[in-house]
C-alpha cells in the first residue's frame, strides 16, 4: 500500500491507485482544470473509507510506500477510471473508433464530463 500525502493530510490505498492518481496528474495539459475523483483508501483502523480529493496540473503530491496489515480496499473501478482519464487526455486527437472505443471498456463517458 501506499500514503498519499496532498494539502496536509494524506490517505493510504493501494500501490495501483496511488501510481495511476499521480500519473494523471503528471498527464494534465497546462491549463486543465480540477477535477474531483472518490478514490478508496484504509482508515486508521484498518476499514475501508472513500475520500475526495481534488486535484489538477499543479497538485503535488507524494507517494510514500508504507506497511500496512489491513486488507487492502477493491480498487478495481477506480484504477480503470484513473487509467481510462489517462488515456483520454494523452490520445492523440483523431483516434480511430475502434480505439475511441475504448474508453467505453473503462466506463469513461465523454457525455459524463460534459
Known sequence: MKRISYCGESFLTTNC????????????????????LEL???????DEMVVQVVVG????LISIP??????????????AYLR??????TAPSDMTYAE????AEYGW????QL
Do not use: W, Y
Not at 491507485?17 to 474531483?36: C, M, N, Q, R, Y
Not at 508504507?66 to 484504477?79: G, L, Q, R, S, Y
Not at 475511441?100 to 474508453?103: E, K, L, M, R, V
Open 40 to 46: 478508496p483508501a484504509v482508515n486508521s483502523d484498518g
Open 66 to 79: 508504507e506497511a500496512c496489515a489491513a486488507a487492502e480496499p477493491d480498487t478495481i473501478n477506480a484504477v
Open 84 to 89: 481510462g482519464r489517462i488515456l483520454a487526455l
Open 17 to 36: 491507485t496511488a501510481d495511476a492518481l499521480l500519473e494523471l496528474v503528471v498527464a494534465f495539459p497546462g491549463g486543465h482544470d480540477s477535477e474531483l
Open 57 to 60: 496540473p499543479s497538485s503535488e
Open 109 to 112: 463517458d465523454l457525455q459524463d
Open 100 to 103: 475511441a472505443s475504448t474508453f
